[in-house]
C-alpha cells in the first residue's frame, strides 16, 4: 500500500483514475479533510489535503512511483509504500489480477 497526499480534490481523483487506468493500482482510496502541518522550505505549513491509499504490489511499484511524480503537482510529493503482509485470498488474488 502506498500513502501519497493530494492538494485537492480534483488532483486525487487525476492521480486516483490514472494509476487504475494503467494498472498500476487495483484501488485508490480517496479522504478528504486530512489537515497537514508540515516544514516546507524553512516555514511551518497548514494545509487540508486529501489523502489517497493506493493499493498496489511491490513489481509495480517503479512504475508507480515515477508516474506519480509525473502527474502530481508537489515538487516533492509524499509517497510512502508499507507491505501488505496478509489478507483474504480472493482480495489479494483481485489486487494481483489488476496490476501489471
Partial sequence: ???CMASSEDEAL???ETLVQEQLAACVNRFAGAGSI????GEICHD???????KTRTC???RLISRLK???SY?????????IV????EYLDWLQTNTK
Fill in 48 to 54: 487540508e489535503e486529501w489523502m489517497l491509499i493506493i
Fill in 38 to 41: 508540515y516544514m516546507w522550505k
Fill in 70 to 72: 509525473s502527474v502530481h
Fill in 1 to 3: 500500500m502506498v500513502f
Fill in 75 to 83: 515538487e516533492v510529493p509524499e509517497i510512502i509504500a508499507v507491505p
Fill in 86 to 89: 496478509d489478507g483474504s485470498k
Fill in 14 to 16: 487525476r492521480i486516483s
Fill in 60 to 62: 509495480c511499484m517503479e
